[in-house]
């Protein structure tokens, strides 16, 4: 019978080892054996560039250095402050004076806030790199006290989007903030206001599976049977989700039963396909 062989990276062509070879490896462990096939596939890449390429690359006893660099970090979701801002040297508030109002929201100090608004009411108007103004940050933090202070200097800005088409409402949602939903939509924020991908409030109430803030948005004239991007209700994801509390708010609402994504799939499908049953 035939001895079985394997080619080894690295190894002269044509070579074969067999399993006798094998005993040259056998006091290696299972990570040298790993770092002795990486640095003989660098080999081969490395015999393949020009002489003065090979003379500049570093070696250690013979082997190859190899450098890795880590990953960076993931992005917070909301902007980091400390970055540096661009804006024109007008009138527009300075970097220092935005980062005191933020910092006030982001620690609640009605009072600071109260106060800077009053004395400037464009600090609370100038959007970061982001588009991210004050009412965005006292929103997504539950600030519920710093949104009515600031919508009380500056009610116009209720509806203002972030740059991915974020409402200070979507944010609020999205983080299942009641008081600042309640707020929001009491000073007459946009409840069928959708950022860029079409999901408006009562989608992202849905996906967050918060239904005192799915009532307090139906409540409030929001339309129950709109599309997201991809094509889907608020029912849907209430029905991808399986919560049938939700669903049936949903459908007393008005939700259709029919309407299918972009995929053609209707919610019925969904819930037989995701084998809830109880939605189903």
């Not at 660099?69 to 935005?98: G, V």
């Not at 620690?107 to 004395?119: E, F, L, P, R, S």
Request: glycine fraction near 6%; include cysteine; aromatic fraction near 4%.
């Amino acid at each position: 019978m035939a001895v079985a062989s394997i080619s080894i990276p690295g190894s002269t062509p044509g070579h074969k080892l067999g399993f006798d070879d094998y005993s040259l490896y056998n006091n290696l462990s299972d990570d040298e054996l790993i770092l002795l096939a990486i640095e003989r596939s660098l080999s081969d890449a490395h015999n393949a560039t020009s002489p003065s390429e090979a003379s500049n690359t570093p070696t250690a006893l013979g082997r190859r250095t190899v450098q890795y660099r880590s990953n960076p970090s993931p992005t917070r979701p909301n902007p980091p402050r400390q970055e540096p801002r661009h804006r024109p040297p007008t009138a527009n508030p300075t970097d220092a004076e935005q980062d005191t109002i933020v910092q006030a929201v982001l620690n609640g100090d009605v009072t600071m806030v109260q106060a800077m608004a009053k004395n400037n009411a464009n600090n609370i108007l100038w959007p970061d790199k982001y588009g991210w103004i004050p009412l965005h940050e006292a929103a997504y933090y539950g600030q519920d006290q710093c949104v009515r202070v600031l919508l009380g200097a500056q009610p116009s800005m209720i509806n203002k989007c972030d740059l991915k088409g974020q409402t200070a409402l979507i944010l609020a949602v999205y983080r299942e903030k009641v008081a600042c939903v309640e707020m929001l939509l009491e000073k007459g924020a946009d409840p069928d206001l959708a950022n860029k991908d079409r999901e408006t409030p009562l989608y992202k109430a849905c996906e967050g599976g918060n239904a005192e803030i799915v009532v307090m948005l139906l409540n409030h004239g929001a339309v129950v049977n709109k599309h997201c991007i991809q094509g889907c209700t608020a029912l849907q994801e209430a029905v991808s989700r399986n919560n049938v509390e939700i669903c049936e708010i949903l459908v007393q609402a008005g939700a259709k039963l029919s309407p299918t994504n972009m995929y053609g799939i209707a919610p019925l499908f969904t819930a037989a396909q995701s084998g809830h049953e109880e939605t189903l």
